[in-house]
């Protein structure tokens, strides 16, 4: 069973530049989350889709950031634009039942 | 919300010794996952944990969902083992510790 697919795999940008994610989850999976990663944190939660529909977007920033899962399967998470402290790494979950499962996340550094 | 706190923060160990870390929470969850975060940055799935214990060959958990702690057991520690691992906890979405960063030498 092929993992969460997650691209880039890093992503330079100078501040004011946008920037856009990609995750595909893995087949099957309703739920999907896009989490941020700071450097020597743990990673938090940005937004929560059910297939198609947002459940939980309270800690995304509006106002620069968006997500979308158009089709109930991948999604794009997008910054606009990019602030000095978004950087970090950007992981994808999925989850269908239990346990949430991660992809290798996208590194983010903005210059 | 949920607060969820590890320790040690750091372990240093020497590869072939044994080591508990802990995960403590602060409410109810009906979801509890260990993670080891290699250097790479990839987070790894250790264990799927709400409640009782579990073994996968050198690593074992136990969640203690009544008195809101989890430990994860690390024996005969080798130097693949180094990294940080997480604890995280949740309904739905994972609230995660803050992590605990394990380097074993050889």
């Known amino acids: 069973e092929a993992g969460v697919a997650q691209s880039p795999r890093y992503k330079i940008i100078e501040k004011r530049q946008s920037v856009a994610f990609w995750c595909n989850p893995i087949s099957g999976h309703a739920t999907l989350y896009w989490y941020q990663q700071i450097l020597g944190q743990g990673p938090k939660l940005l937004i929560q889709f059910q297939n198609n529909g947002v459940v939980d977007d309270s800690q995304l920033p509006k106002d620069r950031f968006s997500a979308e899962r158009l089709k109930g399967v991948d999604s794009t998470l997008k910054i606009q634009p990019a602030k000095l402290e978004d950087s970090a790494v950007y992981l994808c979950?999925?989850?269908?039942?239990?346990?949430?499962?991660f992809g290798p996340g996208t590194r983010l550094t903005v210059l | 919300g949920i607060q969820v706190e590890q320790s040690p923060p750091d372990l240093i160990l020497q590869e072939g010794a044994n080591s508990t870390l802990r995960c403590n929470f602060s409410?109810?969850?009906?979801?509890l996952q260990w993670f080891h975060q290699n250097p790479w940055g990839q987070l790894i799935n250790l264990f799927y944990?709400?409640?009782g214990t579990k073994q996968n060959g050198r690593l074992s958990a136990t969640t203690v969902a009544t008195e809101r702690y989890s430990l994860l057991y690390i024996s005969s520690s080798q130097t693949t083992d180094s990294g940080v691992y997480f604890c995280?906890?949740?309904?739905?979405?994972?609230?995660f510790g803050t992590g605990t960063r394990l380097q074993v030498f050889p």
């Open positions: 409410d109810s969850v009906n979801n």
């Open positions: 979950a999925s989850r269908n039942g239990g346990a949430q499962y």
């Open positions: 944990i709400p409640s």
């Open positions: 995280a906890v949740g309904s739905d979405k994972l609230i």
